[in-house]
């Protein structure tokens, strides 16, 4: 049995969740509303402010969305009701970023601006800039914007140059040496 799948996932107060005929879920909350078409064979039973996801039998495919399905609407409840941020950190001499409109405008060392789009679904914040705050109710849209922005400069392990998350690490690597001939 899924360790996952089998976990309940609570409702909160102020959030509505609408189960209809082939596992169309609906959830409205504070944030936004989020829709999602799960597989029709999970079984999804809503009781009170307690959702359970349960699978019909033991077969490989079947085990495999039990986790899955009970993860994504569990995302959408804390979604709709608390919403999903990504830090962006930008690094190095001259690198910086800036909002203008509904663009993200950034400066990495090239001899252009590299200018991106925001994307309906998620708002993005320049504070500093340094950094890049990217927020919606879709963990995944959040992370995939946040991916792409990163991938317009990763960071390198030399210097540690480039856009990375505010979390994230980056191992150092040694530059060369002058040594003798």
Do not use: C, W
């Not at 909160?12 to 959830?27: E, F, K, S």
């Not at 079984?43 to 359970?52: A, M, P």
């Not at 959040?142 to 980056?170: D, L, N």
């Amino acid at each position: 049995m899924s360790r996952i799948g089998k976990k309940p996932v609570i409702i909160p107060a102020g959030v509505t969740v609408d189960v209809a005929a082939g596992n169309a879920v609906t959830v409205k909350g504070p944030k936004g509303t989020l829709n999602y078409t799960f597989h029709p064979d999970m079984i999804l039973k809503l009781e009170g402010n307690v959702l359970t996801v349960e699978r019909p039998d033991e077969e490989h495919l079947h085990k495999s969305l039990h986790g899955l399905t009970r993860t994504l609407l569990n995302n959408m409840v804390e979604g709709v009701e608390k919403g999903y941020t990504k830090e962006l950190e930008v690094n190095g001499v001259g690198y910086r970023a800036e909002k203008k409109g509904n663009q993200l405008v950034m400066r990495l060392g090239f001899s252009h601006e590299v200018i991106v789009d925001e994307i309906p679904g998620i708002t993005v914040e320049v504070p500093t800039p340094n950094k890049i705050i990217i927020q919606g109710i879709d963990k995944q849209v959040v992370g995939q914007f946040a991916a792409e922005v990163r991938g317009k400069r990763p960071p390198e392990p030399y210097k540690g140059k480039g856009i990375k998350y505010s979390t994230e690490v980056i191992r150092r690597k040694v530059g060369k040496t002058g040594g003798k001939k």
